[in-house]
T-cell receptor, first 114, second 112 residues
Framework: DVKVTQSSRYLVKRTGEKVFLECVQD?????MFWYRQDPGLGLRLIYF???????EKGDIPEGYSVSREKKERFSLILESASTNQTSMYLC?????????????FGQGTRLTVV | QKEVEQNSGPLSVPEGAIASLNCTYS??????FFWYRQYSGKSPELIMF????GDKEDGRFTAQLNKASQYVSLLIRDSQPSDSATYLC????????????FGKGTLLTVNP
């Protein structure tokens, strides 16, 4: 079974802190994604990566950065956490089989910024 | 702005009925379309995908795609209370770098 593991299930951070959310997948997938999910707004793509050290902005990249130094690990960084970044963060990974993106999600990290 | 629109919920159907979930998309370059199911408090899980015009059936689920109308739907036959969840439509953008974006989802409740 594909396993996508996020480092924390719940996280509480203070405004202004630098926050790292880690995601690891064990299926040698090329693509990895970071989303945030908020009530009424659905899943919004923050960043994605299609190869090691490669990244592309999603729909809401402001206030975030990412790092992918190894194929299995994709980190989301909040440079200076703010209360409007309180959200559920979901990591996903996918391979591209016959051109199809088969994405599998981690369990999510509920981040609260106080 | 490329958008994915899903029929607003919540959608409530009686057990045994057909549930119809609809999705329209604006990116004509989208080639493949995925349906995810998300139970409350859980992560989304892939249930179906479709990339050719027409219907694709998998058990009680049927995905329908009409690229000319930029419309994709998911039908759930013989709905069960265990089908109660939020259903997310996700078109896959074309191009060399794959990007997966989601609609806001439709909450389905199947009443016993």
């Amino acid at each position: 079974d594909v396993k996508v593991t996020q480092s924390s299930r719940y996280l509480v951070k203070r405004t202004g802190e630098k926050v790292f959310l880690e995601c690891v997948q064990d299926m040698d997938h090329e693509n990895m994604f970071w989303y945030r999910q908020d009530p009424g707004l659905g899943l919004r793509l923050i960043y994605f990566s299609y190869d090691v050290k490669m990244k592309e902005k999603g729909d809401i990249p402001e206030g975030y950065s990412v790092s992918r130094e190894k194929k299995e690990r994709f980190s989301l960084i909040l440079e200076s956490a703010s209360t409007n970044q309180t959200s559920m963060y979901l990591c996903a990974s996918s391979t591209t089989t016959l051109g199809q993106l088969w994405a599998f999600f981690g369990q999510g990290t509920r981040l609260t910024v106080v | 702005q490329k958008e994915v629109e899903q029929n607003s919920g919540p959608l409530s159907v009686p057990e045994g009925a057909i549930a119809s979930l609809n999705c329209t998309y604006s990116d004509r370059g989208s080639q493949s379309f995925f349906w995810y199911r998300q139970y409350s408090g859980k992560s989304p899980e892939l249930i179906m995908f479709i990339y050719s015009n027409g219907d694709k059936e998998d058990g009680r689920f049927t995905a329908q795609l009409n690229k000319a109308s930029q419309y994709v739907s998911l039908l759930i036959r013989d709905s069960q209370p265990s089908d109660s969840a939020t259903y997310l439509c996700a078109p896959q953008s074309g191009g060399s770098n794959y990007k997966l974006t989601f609609g806001k989802g439709t909450l389905l409740t199947v009443n016993p």
